[in-house]
């Protein structure tokens, strides 16, 4: 369990995950695979896959952020809570 999780906000729901950097960056990596994968059919998608490649180190300085499984919501860890 992450030190920065805590209940939904929303639904009060245990079910919550923290979204990792490393999984940020998969993300991104997979929209320019598919992006690529596209771009052979459709060649302004290379464009998107460009983008997203250089986009990736955004994903470096983004905050960490927790969403809920049972209603889908999305919010920013705490930090003052985190370090706590
Ligand atoms: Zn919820």
């Given amino acids: ?5 805590e209940p939904c906000p929303r639904c009060n729901s245990n ?3 923290t979204t990792s950097k490393a999984m940020q960056l998969f993300v991104m ?6 992006s690529m994968v596209i771009g052979f059919f459709f060649w302004p ?5 460009v983008l ?3 986009a990736t180190p955004i994903v470096l300085f983004l905050p960490k952020s927790n ?4 209603c889908k ?3 920013k860890v705490n930090k003052k809570k985190a370090l706590a």
């Fill in 73 to 75: 919501f999305v919010w």
């Fill in 67 to 70: 969403v809920c499984g049972e």
């Fill in 15 to 17: 079910k919550v995950t």
């Fill in 45 to 49: 998608m290379f464009i998107f896959m």
């Fill in 1 to 5: 369990m992450s030190k920065y999780w």
């Fill in 29 to 34: 990596w997979f929209l320019a695979g598919g």
């Fill in 52 to 54: 997203f490649l250089l």
